[in-house]
């Protein structure tokens, strides 16, 4: 499995250093960091550019993360199989991770937090997702909104239950 891995980067620089380093997979995968501070892009247009260069480079599935996510070990690969799972129970067309970073005074005590799988939770955190980059021929691009990621994310969801 070949995975695209966004990180818009607006100004959280050492942390999204942090976030790289944190990657752990088993699977192939492509990093494309967007410095989108350098633009002045909203958040949806740079999440926008990052799914259109995986789906570009025929990535099976696009990561797209805040620029001061911390993966635990078997993070992504647990997004990976359950989302496979999941998809072929037609169950959904995105997946997102859990923040557990409240749980922990240090961030870095994360790293060896044992994800239970069988919490999947309904509503989405886009500070961590996971899609087919296909998905956007379904349901079109993330509005480009200069407002917050918040408003242009609910509208995209919007749309999925009639097309996805």
């Known amino acids: 499995m070949r995975i695209g891995i966004v990180i818009p980067v607006l100004n959280q620089f050492e942390k999204a250093v942090q976030a790289i380093q944190s990657i752990q997979t088993e699977h192939t995968f492509e990093i494309k960091v967007i410095p989108n501070y350098q633009y002045g892009w909203s958040v949806s247009r740079a999440w926008n550019n990052g799914i259109d260069w995986s789906l570009r480079r025929h990535h099976s599935l696009t990561l797209v993360i805040n620029d001061d996510i911390l993966f635990t070990p078997q993070t992504i690969d647990n997004l990976v199989v359950n989302f496979c799972r999941l998809e072929q129970e037609d169950k959904l067309a995105l997946l997102t991770g859990n923040n557990i970073r409240d749980l922990f005074s240090d961030p870095f005590e994360t790293l ?10 309904e509503r989405p955190d886009f500070s961590c997702f996971m899609i087919r980059p296909t998905l956007v021929k379904k349901i079109g691009y993330f509005e480009d909104r200069k407002s917050t990621r918040l408003n242009s994310s609910h509208e995209w969801i919007s749309r999925m239950p009639s097309s996805a």
């Not at 060896?112 to 939770?121: E, G, M, P, R, W």
């Open 112 to 121: 060896i937090y044992a994800t239970d799988v069988k919490s999947l939770q």
